[in-house]
């Protein structure tokens, strides 16, 4: 029998070598790179494109520069009423941000 894999994210990462076409990783860290809430896409929808893409980098998404770059990347009316109550998580933040933006902060 082959050498056992010792933890999920081994094994993750073992499946993604086997499976996935060259040059994911750098697609992936490209896409991570540029990304940003886009005109008219709600913080729902944002959010777990960002949640997805740390998951495709094995980026541990509760780590505070990682809830500080998803903050950054808000629009700026949601980003800015979100640091009021400097949230500790993405799921806070995003609740927030979603409450912000339910309420129309920004008119």
Not at 19 to 25: E, N, R
Not at 33 to 47: E, P
Request: net charge positive.
């Amino acid at each position: 029998m082959g050498n056992l894999l010792s933890s999920w994210p081994s094994f993750i990462s073992t499946l993604k070598e086997q499976f996935c076409p060259l040059g994911y990783k750098q697609k992936y860290l490209m896409d991570w790179q540029y990304l940003k809430q886009g005109r008219g896409q709600d913080v729902q929808s944002f959010t777990e494109e960002f949640r997805k893409q740390a998951l495709n980098l094995g980026i541990a998404p509760d780590s505070p520069k990682v809830v500080t770059k998803y903050i950054g990347l808000l629009h700026s009316y949601v980003r800015h009423s979100l640091l009021l109550f400097e949230p500790t998580s993405i799921d806070s933040a995003s609740v927030k941000a979603i409450h912000l933006e339910n309420r129309g902060t920004h008119e």
